[in-house]
């Protein structure tokens, strides 16, 4: 699941808005993969890159849904002032919002795996922390 603050959401339904930048400890997401903004609806990630801060460009920040690269800098500072401090790493994640055929794929795929997660056989007991061979 990827999370935004609800003011990105209107332009990354329209499809102004298909990229963010992150800032983690290491990268979380692949490109190919699919996941789910709440609000908005299934993504497919379309690249993720490791990029530094200094290097964003204005057309960058156009991507991400800012005018320019100082005013995308300016919202990162505010909202990643801790994961600055940890030296996280930067990412540029781009993604395309999928059509209502593709969101329709992936709720179906959720609800199958959800239904085969139900259905599965309970698994075996964890055994491993008894103690063999000891007796009181």
């Not at 401090?85 to 055929?101: E, G, P, T």
């Amino acid at each position: 699941m990827l999370l935004f603050k609800k003011k990105f959401l209107p332009a990354i339904c329209s499809g102004e808005k298909t990229q963010t930048v992150r800032l983690w400890p290491y990268r979380r997401m692949r490109p190919g993969q699919r996941s789910y903004i709440p609000g908005a609806g299934y993504i497919e990630v379309t690249a993720v890159d490791e990029v530094t801060l200094d290097g964003l460009t204005d057309q960058d920040a156009r991507l991400d849904g800012f005018p320019t690269a100082v005013a995308l800098r300016a919202e990162i500072d505010t909202i990643y002032e801790n994961d600055r401090k940890a030296q996280h790493r930067v990412y540029r994640v781009r993604f395309q919002l999928l059509d209502a055929a593709g969101q329709e794929a992936c709720r179906v795929e959720k609800e199958r795996r959800k239904r085969a997660g139900k259905d599965a056989p309970p698994k075996p007991p964890n055994h491993s922390n008894r103690r063999v061979g000891r007796t009181k």
